[in-house]
């Protein structure tokens, strides 16, 4: 997700972490043990008069599969949870609308299963996580993964 959020207009930063866990002192190698209750996340800071709140979660909900409890691609646990954290209570309107207005259009033939919930801080993941993209584009999880994503988007050539 963060290689598609950097190329956005209107995003001003983007930074891979954990949240939603009752811990805010963990590591990277708990996390992924998926006892901790975080989920793996980024967090978008972004310019509303670019890219209204509204269209970011267009971008989610096209990114990934939202039906899947626990689980992205290869990836399962709970740490890989579909997850929504607003930090106001109009993102929080606006996120539930969206997710029923894509449960109704029918886009998915299984539920979507997204959690809707308060932001709590952000835990940084590792710096080797950060802009991984383009640090490691010929990587071969870049290769496989998100290159043929950013083709598809119409992000990258």
């Known amino acids: 997700m963060e290689a598609v959020y950097e190329q956005l207009p209107g995003v001003r930063e983007v930074s891979s972490g954990f949240m ?15 006892t901790t209750g975080h989920a793996e996340v980024v967090q978008v800071t972004f310019d509303p008069a670019v890219l209204p709140y ?3 979660l267009d971008w989610f909900w096209r990114l990934h599969d939202p039906t899947t409890l626990n689980r992205q691609g290869a990836d399962v646990g709970t740490q890989y949870r579909s997850v929504i954290y607003f930090h106001t209570a ?4 606006i996120a539930r609308l969206s997710k029923a207005t894509l449960g109704e259009r029918g886009d998915y033939s299984d539920p979507v299963v997204t959690e809707i919930s308060a932001a709590s ?17 010929s990587a071969g999880y870049c290769q496989m993964v998100i290159a043929p994503k950013l083709r ?4 990258e050539d």
């Open 20 to 34: 939603g866990g009752a811990d805010d002192n963990v590591t990277y190698k708990q996390v992924c043990s998926g």
């Open 90 to 93: 109009e993102q929080e309107r």
């Open 121 to 137: 801080k952000l835990i940084p993941g590792p710096e080797s996580h950060q802009d991984y993209y383009q640090a490691n584009k």
């Open 152 to 155: 598809k988007l119409g992000l």
């Open 54 to 56: 509204e269209e970011l």
